[in-house]
């Protein structure tokens, strides 16, 4: 088994809406080709030919497809998921194939999809979040970490993680600087991947 690479398929966004009351906002979907061929995060039930168009620049079906994960249960994360069928499907702590539910007690290990891929709990945005750590071929130690981050900028403007739901924001914080001071890149839940620096580290440390 040859180590994987991470492929960003869509970059996700969020906005508020100009009247503040709505906000239009859409997921970053992620593939980690590997085998196994794993995808985090399908967008929301209006985008499956985005996933499908994605997947195929990169000669992939879904049947080749053997985890789908969601990093969490929000409708923009989860809308996909059926495209997956020959996939155990993962979304947040939640382990599934079919009607076969896997118990698996995350906060004593990390749960593991492959030599170079395990999901491991970071909650916070939700208290069932999770984020897929691959260590890559040549990409480094690469976490995509859902809405743990919505997006590199809020590492300098915390208002902006915060604002997008925190149901726990002191272990949504301490999850945040764990993932920072581990990875080499971080995929966001609604932003571009981004290469973690020095200055990243140090002002999530001063929170
Ligand atoms: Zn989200």
Not at 35 to 43: A, E, L, S
Not at 59 to 87: K, M, R, W
Not at 95 to 113: A, I, N, W
Not at 169 to 180: F, S
Request: charged share 25%; hydrophobic share 35%.
């Amino acid at each position: 088994m040859s180590a994987p690479k991470v492929h960003v398929l869509v970059d996700g966004y969020s906005v508020l809406e100009g009247d503040g009351k709505s906000m239009r906002a859409n997921c970053t979907c992620s593939v980690v080709e590997g085998p196994p061929h794993i995808i985090v995060d399908t967008m929301t039930a209006w985008d499956a030919e985005k996933v499908l168009q994605g997947l195929s620049s990169l000669g992939l079906q879904p049947e080749d497809i053997s985890y789908a994960v969601a990093t969490h249960g929000h409708c923009d994360h989860v809308g996909n998921l059926n495209l997956f069928q020959a996939a155990t499907h993962v979304v947040g702590t939640c382990v599934s194939r079919r009607d076969v539910f896997t118990l698996h007690d995350f906060d004593s290990e990390p749960y593991k999809l492959s030599e170079f891929v395990d999901v491991i709990a970071t909650p916070g945005h939700t208290s069932e979040d999770v984020s897929v750590r691959v260590r890559s071929r040549h990409q480094g130690l690469v976490i995509i970490a859902g809405d743990l981050f919505e997006r590199e900028e809020d590492i300098r403007d915390p208002s902006l993680w915060r604002s997008a739901g925190s149901q726990d924001p002191d272990r949504q914080m301490a999850n945040r600087r764990r993932v920072l001071a581990e990875a080499d890149l971080v995929v966001p839940g609604h932003g571009p991947m981004f290469a973690v620096t020095a200055e990243h580290r140090r002002l999530e440390s001063e929170r």
